[in-house]
């Protein structure tokens, strides 16, 4: 599986961003698909993640700003955030699970500042 990435870039505090992941290859009809961060000299963390049947789950932090999508018939997965905070700068990884294990796209990054 091969995981894309697009919509990084720098936006200021409060402001919106969405990012997209298409995903290519064999993908399976069970799956998850989800985006994590990870700042400097942080651990890589879950921001959210949806599964093929559209259960999401999201950590606390993005709760009520971020969404996550699905679009099962094109492999993609969205990341709409709103409310963006300079605390939300990170680079962020497009993820894909599945029986067979885990995929991770190149990254892309986000910068919210004034």
């Known amino acids: 599986v091969q995981l894309q990435a697009s919509g990084g870039g720098l936006v200021l505090p409060g402001g919106s961003l969405t990012l997209s992941c298409s995903a290519s290859g064999r993908i399976l009809s069970i799956s998850s698909m989800g985006w994590y961060r990870q700042s400097p000299g942080k651990e890589r963390e879950l921001v959210a993640a949806?599964?093929?049947?559209?259960?999401?789950n999201s950590a606390d932090s993005v709760a009520g700003r971020f969404t996550i999508s699905r679009d099962n018939d094109k492999n993609m997965v969205y990341l709409q955030m709103n409310s963006l905070k300079p605390e939300d700068t990170a680079v962020y990884y497009c993820?894909?699970?599945?029986?067979?294990?885990?995929?991770w796209g190149q990254g892309t990054l986000v910068t919210v500042s004034s």
């Open positions: 949806v599964t093929s049947t559209g259960r999401t």
């Open positions: 993820n894909y699970q599945d029986r067979r294990g885990e995929y």
